[in-house]
């Protein structure tokens, strides 16, 4: 994305923000041992007056960094490290003067607002067979533009960034002209070797069509597949909102370490995740692969989940031994009998994934054995978060709370109903009241007909307008409130 004109920084701005970012590619808590780079790009980019794909050219040109092609990774050298902790080496400030001179305020640019800042994103412009983008005229600037039109349908720009099974791009539908995201499948087949492809896309076909049976507000809708080629895709919206995993970023970033997410938006992202998955798991669906990186967001704001199942796509067969989640699942959100491979995973292992994903909102750091408690880490945080965190992620499956519906129900009773429903958030039915009601009166219309009940009548396959509400779907009832 170009950087606003009204952006033009000062050398001193560059070069300060050159020692952040090697701080923060530095960061083991943000990026762990290997950082990719577009993981880096994706989590940093908004932070920068250039591009951060500038910077890193100018970091490996001197050294201060090293970008390997073949992993996409990239690695702070030495050199690097000492200037990510304020070395003050006079040849670092020649080289930025030099190599920005063209971009600074008060530089020899003539560069105007029409004027790309900066060359196309490093892995658009260098992973092969992939056309590079002209963001200026939105489309991809390949001399056959054809070349990224799948089923010819879909456009597809950069990409956003690799998991389990492959690469997520940005793309286009061109005959709506939405936005949207592909994930390509694709490097899973290459790194697992004891399943077949028939098993893998077995597998995959199977979770998506799971995944895209959940019709909610808060479940990332899939609107295509194709299986049957080399390479597997499935299009979703394209998350304008960003992922958790950027929101913790971010919070992080602009300073505020302590208090990653305001209480009363955690809560409010606990809450619209807990009632997807509360839905989910009524359907018979468990995530299994709850992480910030599947929590997607719409342009308001509002949670979309993804990726669900996709742990249950690569791993091995657990009658032969502990399931193995190569590169699938992160460790650190997974439920101990999910990771001891107890077959099969239910709904308490989602309910650890998000207790874990609560702390991290609340605190800012993922929690370890001897973590303090959310609101000794916050003190914004109210002791009752302490409990309800507590009980969403004990390591012994009968003392953890079971259901989504039981971590609802703490919400309710305990957090002030005016924080969590104030003017300006949408006010959604979990159970569309006019069809509750319309099941209702046939109900006793019927009941006083022929003398049965509702449950009867419901059961059996009534022909009321409206299709029968799921009985699992339940709004809190009064012990929920208590
Ligand atoms: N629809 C989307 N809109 C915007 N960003 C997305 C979308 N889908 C995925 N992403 C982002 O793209 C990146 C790669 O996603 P991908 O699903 O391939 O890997 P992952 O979420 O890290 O792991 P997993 O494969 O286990 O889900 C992640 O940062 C994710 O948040
Ligand atoms: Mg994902």
Redo the contacts with the bound molecule.
């Keep these: 994305m170009a950087k606003r004109p009204d952006a033009i920084p000062t050398i001193e701005k560059i070069t300060e923000e050159a020692r952040f970012l090697l701080r923060t590619l530095l960061r083991d808590d943000l990026f762990g041992n290997t950082v990719a780079l577009t ?1 880096a790009e ?1 989590l940093l980019e908004p932070s920068l007056s250039l591009g951060f794909a500038d910077y890193c050219a100018f970091l490996k040109k001197g050294a201060y960094l090293a970008i390997d092609r073949t992993s996409n990774t990239v690695t702070v050298t030495e050199r690097g490290r000492l200037i990510s902790e304020g070395l003050d080496d006079p040849n670092f400030h020649t080289d930025i003067a030099l190599h920005f001179a063209s971009r600074v305020r008060g530089g020899e640019s003539t560069r105007t607002a029409a004027t790309p800042m900066r060359p196309p994103p490093l892995h658009t412009a260098t992973k092969p067979g992939l056309a590079p983008v002209n963001e200026i005229a939105g489309r991809p600037a390949a001399a056959n533009p054809d070349e990224d039109l799948i089923a010819e349908r879909y456009v597809r720009y950069d990409a ?9 791009y940005r793309g286009k539908d061109v005959l709506l002209g939405n936005a949207v ?1 592909i ?1 390509e499948v694709r490097h899973v087949f290459e790194f697992i070797s004891y399943l077949s492809r028939d098993e893998i896309i077995r597998r995959l076909r199977r979770e998506v069509i799971a995944q895209s049976s959940l019709e909610h507000p808060h479940v ?1 809708p899939i609107h295509d597949v194709d299986f049957e080629i080399t390479f597997p895709y499935l299009v ?4 304008q909102g ?2 958790l ?1 950027e929101r913790l970023f971010h919070a992080k970033v602009d300073g505020r370490s302590q208090t990653a997410i305001p209480v009363d938006v955690a809560m409010r992202y606990l809450m619209q995740i807990a009632y997807a998955l509360d839905y989910a798991h009524a359907q018979g669906v468990v995530h299994a ?1 709850l ?1 910030p ?2 929590v ?1 967001f719409d342009r308001m704001g509002n949670v979309k989940l ?2 669900f199942g ?1 742990t249950r796509v690569t791993e091995k067969d657990s009658s032969q031994s502990a399931p193995v989640y190569v590169g ?2 992160a460790p650190s959100y997974m439920a101990p009998e999910q990771l001891h491979g107890q077959e099969p995973v239910g709904p308490a292992a989602d309910v650890y994934a998000l207790g874990i994903m609560l702390y991290e909102m609340l605190t800012g750091s993922l929690p370890g054995r001897r973590s303090p408690m959310p609101s000794a880490v916050n003190q914004e945080v109210p002791a009752h978060l302490d409990d309800l965190f507590d009980r969403m992620t004990r390591d012994q499956l009968d003392q953890r709370c079971q259901t989504m519906s039981d971590v609802l129900g703490h919400v309710y009773a305990k957090h002030p109903a005016d924080r969590l429903v104030g003017r300006g958030a949408l006010v959604l039915f979990q159970q569309d009241p006019l069809r509750a009601a319309a099941e209702e009166a046939a109900g006793s219309d019927a009941a006083q007909a022929d003398g049965t009940s509702v449950e009867d009548d419901i059961s059996d396959d009534s022909d009321l307008d409206m299709p029968v509400t799921d009985p699992r779907l339940k709004a809190p009832t009064e012990e929920d409130l208590k």
């Design positions: 993981e994706k956003i960034g690799q998991g389990s099974l492959g690469t997520v995201a994930k990332m979703t919206d394209y998350a960003g992922s995993k692969n992480k990186e599947n997607l993804t990726d996709l699938v699942g």
